[in-house]
C-alpha cells in the first residue's frame, strides 16, 4: 500500500504523465536559494574534538558544515557551449573513445558518474568544485555515445579511467564518485594506487546487495538477463528514492525536475548496461583489496540515504587503512545533484582539516 501512495506522489515526475500534468517548457528557469541546499539547525552536530586527528580512524560523527557557496544557483534548459581549452570554463568533447566535460582550476578531480553514467548527469556538480579543483567527468562505457554495449568488465572499465588520465596528461589525480561511481573509485584505487592522491566516495554500495540478493543477480549475470535485471532495479530505486525527493523543498524540488527531465530522454542509459553495472557490484568485493588502499579517504554519507544505507558506508571506512567516514545530515543518495553546494562545501572543509 506505501508503495502505491509512492507512486501516485510520484506522477508529476513520471515521462509518460508529463505532457498531461502541465510540465514547465524548456528553458524554464528556477532560482535555487541557498537555505534550500543547507541542512536544518536541529540536524547538525559540533565537530567531535578528535577531528583534527587525520586519517588514523574512522570517526562516525557529524559536523557542523554550511554550504560555502552562498550564491543563488539557477537551472536552465541549455548550458552555454565553452571554448575548448580555456582554465577555468567547461568544456565538452571527445576523450579517449568518449565524451566528457571539464571545468574549473585547481588540483584535477577525476570524478567518476553513478549507474546513471552519462557525465551530463554531473555537470552542475563539477560546476560546483570548479573553485577548488579541476573537475573531469567521464562518460563510462556503455553509454549512448560510447561502446552502448553491456560486454564490458571492472578491467575495461578502469582501463578507460586510466587512459583518460593519460590524454589530459594527469600523472596523478584525486578520484572521487557517487554510488557506482565510487565502487569504480575503489578499484582503480586497488589497481593503480600510485595514480591517485586520495578518494572522495559518496553513496558507497559496499557489502550491498545482500548475500541472498547477490547470488540471485549472479545467477542472472551468467544467463546473460541484463536487460530484465536493469528494469527491476530502475523500478526499485525509483520506489526507493521517491520519499527522498519528495521531502525536498519546493523550488528544488521543481528545479530537480526540470533538470533531471532535459537530460533523461536522451541521456539515460539503456537498460542492459544499467543491469550490467549492478551486477558487477555483486562481484565488488573480488575486486578490491582495501588492505592495500594506503591513502586518504573520505567516505561521505549521506543521512537520508535510502538506496545505501550509512551503516554499510561506515563498515567500508573501518576496513581501509587511512579512512574518515562522515555522515551529512539532511541529504540523502542524490546529494551531488540535489544539494551540490553542501557536499562541496564538506569535501572543502575536510581537505583544510
Not at 574549473?104 to 568544485?129: I, K, N, V
Not at 579511467?161 to 594527469?170: E, H, R
Not at 557489502?207 to 549475470?221: C, K, Q, S, T, Y
Amino acid at each position: 500500500m506505501s508503495q502505491a501512495f509512492r507512486l501516485i506522489a510520484l506522477l508529476p515526475y513520471c515521462p509518460i504523465a508529463l505532457p498531461r500534468l502541465g510540465y514547465p517548457a524548456p528553458g524554464t528557469r528556477y532560482r535555487i536559494n541557498a537555505e534550500d541546499r543547507t541542512p536544518s539547525t536541529e540536524d547538525r552536530a559540533r565537530p567531535p574534538e578528535n577531528a583534527h586527528t587525520g586519517f588514523a580512524s574512522c570517526i562516525p560523527h557529524v559536523w557542523d558544515m554550511k554550504a560555502t557557496d552562498s550564491r543563488e544557483l539557477t537551472v536552465s534548459a541549455e548550458r552555454s557551449q565553452a571554448a575548448t581549452g580555456i582554465s577555468g570554463t567547461g568544456v565538452r568533447g571527445a576523450i579517449a573513445r568518449a565524451s566528457f566535460y571539464r571545468t574549473g582550476r585547481g588540483e584535477p578531480l577525476l570524478w567518476l558518474p553513478s549507474a546513471q553514467g552519462h557525465w551530463r548527469f554531473y555537470d552542475l556538480w563539477a560546476d560546483t568544485l570548479a573553485s577548488r579543483f579541476d573537475v573531469l567527468v567521464p562518460t563510462l562505457r556503455g553509454e549512448r555515445d560510447f561502446e552502448p554495449t553491456p560486454d564490458f568488465d571492472w578491467d575495461l572499465l578502469v582501463d578507460d579511467v586510466l587512459a583518460d588520465m593519460v590524454t589530459v596528461g594527469w600523472r596523478q589525480a584525486w578520484i572521487g564518485g557517487a554510488s557506482f561511481g565510487a565502487a569504480l573509485a575503489l578499484v582503480c584505487l586497488s589497481r593503480a594506487l600510485e595514480r591517485f592522491k586520495g578518494a572522495f566516495l559518496y553513496g558507497t554500495p559496499w557489502d550491498r546487495p545482500g548475500p541472498w540478493l547477490r547470488r540471485v543477480i549472479r545467477w542472472m549475470d551468467r544467463r546473460r538477463a541484463w536487460d530484465r535485471l536493469g528494469r527491476v532495479f530502475r523500478w526499485w530505486a525509483f520506489l526507493t528514492l521517491a520519499p527522498e525527493v519528495l521531502r525536498l523543498p519546493r523550488s528544488l524540488r521543481d528545479s530537480y525536475r526540470q533538470w533531471f527531465f532535459e537530460r533523461w530522454p536522451r541521456y539515460s542509459v539503456p537498460m542492459a548496461v544499467l543491469g550490467r553495472r549492478i551486477a558487477l557490484l555483486s562481484s565488488l568485493a573480488d575486486h578490491v583489496r582495501l588492505d592495500r588502499i594506503d591513502l586518504p579517504v573520505w567516505v561521505l554519507a549521506g543521512a537520508r540515504d535510502r538506496l545505501v544505507r550509512p551503516r554499510y558506508q561506515q563498515a567500508l571506512a573501518r576496513r581501509l587503512p587511512r579512512a574518515v567516514f562522515v555522515c551529512i545530515p539532511g541529504v540523502g543518495h542524490l546529494a551531488p545533484q540535489t544539494h551540490p553546494s553542501v557536499l562541496a562545501g564538506w569535501i572543502t572543509r575536510l581537505l583544510t582539516l
